[in-house]
């Protein structure tokens, strides 16, 4: 399926509902540069459906609201291309498969996805390695795996990491801030939940690895044209100085734009910059004169044009959402039926809540500005510990990501490895269950220690 066509079912549907819904909006209120909700000033509004030309205008605008982090996309997009025209990632690639003939293939795509792990986990990068993640499908093909394996040793690892990084800005720093808890606290448990994740999901990605390793015809995009995918490769390739000082412009490139984000507060514009400055260095080192510069760049920028529009149109959803007054209602229906239930079972309500707002925000940060305004308090009421409150909205909002088709990201990673999203839940459902287990087994170990500080 394209994964265009979800997402422009979702404006249609949201469009359609937007003229019966009952309307209704809280009052919100700024504090400190955070907007909050007030929970018990739910009130009835005049309706605003959306017309029919906003419902194309919910496109535009959301391009417009997503023009950062698209750029962004498809200058890094731009920059790689040069590691690609310059043979740097194929001698690259070289190397490791002239390695894997001493090492087991096995141990090297496990070393990645640990990589993309930490990147996610640690770093909290989501979206940041959709320029890489061609570069990882190529290796796992070459390495005779499937594009699914490559898609999964690097956006799934991050993405999936990211679900339920103890540290991650845009989930439990704003979460953090609206329940006014001391930033980061209580990352032990996050951190062993993270753990966890990543044992099972390496555990069966490597499983699923091993199997089409053996047997091509059990790979669930078998029937899919791939070949595109893999990166021409020339056996003679060496991995010489230009393209080994390549490479250590790219890791110097990253360790500064991980130090930026962590301590700078930099974001899409300072990361492009620096891909960019790097970009301009690798071509001078492997003596690129400037035009082939320029047009290698745009020719990377149009390959990841198609990826970065989808964050876009995955934004206009959300966009419509909000413009037809869906948002408020839904917010105040769901929360409202989790009253007068058990500690356990409110926090289980919680999470279940969260995790069907998520099709419907797909943004960690926006969900967390429109829902946790009310989980706080009602936490209060319920005798739940506002951290408990904020793991509910990490494990409802994160793991979903890799579940619903309304995520950009997800069919960002999809698309650039020719996935099916029906091939994609075959393989993901089943690990979805898993995940859900071990989420509520978190979740009542939360309540039965009184998660805290409060």
């Known amino acids: 399926m394209n994964p265009f066509i979800p997402l422009v079912l979702m404006i249609l549907a949201c469009t359609i509902v937007s003229y019966f819904v009952a309307p209704g909006a809280y009052e919100r209120e700024t504090v400190n540069g955070v907007t909050r909700v007030l929970a018990d000033s739910y009130h009835a509004v005049e309706r605003t459906p959306v ?4 419902m194309f205008r919910s496109i535009p605008e959301g391009l417009t609201a997503t023009a950062n982090m698209m750029f962004c996309i498809m200058i890094i997009g ?7 025209k310059t043979d740097t990632i194929g001698a690259a690639i070289n190397s490791v498969l002239k390695a894997s003939e001493k090492l087991s293939s096995q141990l090297i795509i496990a070393v990645v996805m640990i990589v993309f792990f930490i990147f996610g986990g640690i770093l909290g990068w989501s979206e940041h390695i959709i320029p890489f993640v061609p570069i ?3 290796l796992a093909i070459s390495l005779g795996y499937d594009s699914l394996v490559g898609m999964a040793i690097s956006g799934f690892a991050c993405l999936i990491s990211f679900a339920v990084a103890p540290f991650n800005t ?3 720093g704003i979460s953090h801030t609206i329940a006014e808890l001391p930033m980061f606290s209580g990352w032990q448990l996050r951190f062993v939940a993270l753990i966890c994740v990543w044992i099972l999901s390496l555990a069966w990605v490597m499983r699923y690895a091993n199997k089409v390793k053996k047997d091509p015809s059990k790979s669930l995009v078998k029937d899919v044209d791939t070949s595109s995918l893999r990166i021409p490769v020339d056996p003679n390739l060496k991995f010489d100085i230009p393209k080994k000082l390549s490479f250590v412009v790219l890791a110097v490139t990253i360790v500064i734009t991980i130090y930026g984000i962590l301590n700078l507060k930099w974001s ?4 492009a910059t620096l891909f960019l400055i790097g970009g301009v260095i690798v071509a001078v080192i492997n003596r690129v004169d400037i035009t082939s510069a320029i047009n290698m760049v745009l020719d990377g920028a149009k ?3 198609a990826g970065a529009l989808i964050i876009g149109v995955a934004r206009a959803v959300q966009w419509t959402m909000t413009s037809g007054g869906l948002i408020d209602p839904l917010v105040h229906g769901l929360s409202s039926l989790m009253r007068g239930a058990s500690a356990y079972v409110s926090t289980v309500g919680m999470f279940v809540v969260n995790f069907f707002i998520n099709a419907l925000i797909p ?3 926006g969900q967390a500005t429109a829902v946790m305004p009310i989980m706080v308090p009602l936490a209060d009421m319920l005798n739940i ?3 408990t409150a904020v793991l509910a909205f990490q494990f409802g909002d994160g793991i979903s990501n890799t579940f619903w088709f309304t995520n950009g990201t997800l069919l960002i990673y999809l698309s650039l490895g020719k996935v099916p999203l029906k091939s994609w839940y075959k393989f993901i459902l089943p690990l979805h269950g898993m995940f859900v287990i071990l989420q509520l087994v978190f979740l009542f170990i939360a309540v039965q220690i009184g998660y805290g500080p409060f």
Do not use: D
């Open 51 to 54: 017309s029919f030309f906003n």
């Open 78 to 84: 731009g920059v790689v291309e040069i590691y690609k």
């Open 136 to 138: 990882i499908i190529s």
């Open 170 to 172: 845009f989930t439990v």
């Open 268 to 271: 899409y514009t300072e990361m």
């Open 303 to 305: 390959g990841a044009f």
């Open 363 to 365: 943004s960690g940060s």
């Open 385 to 387: 510990t506002r951290q």
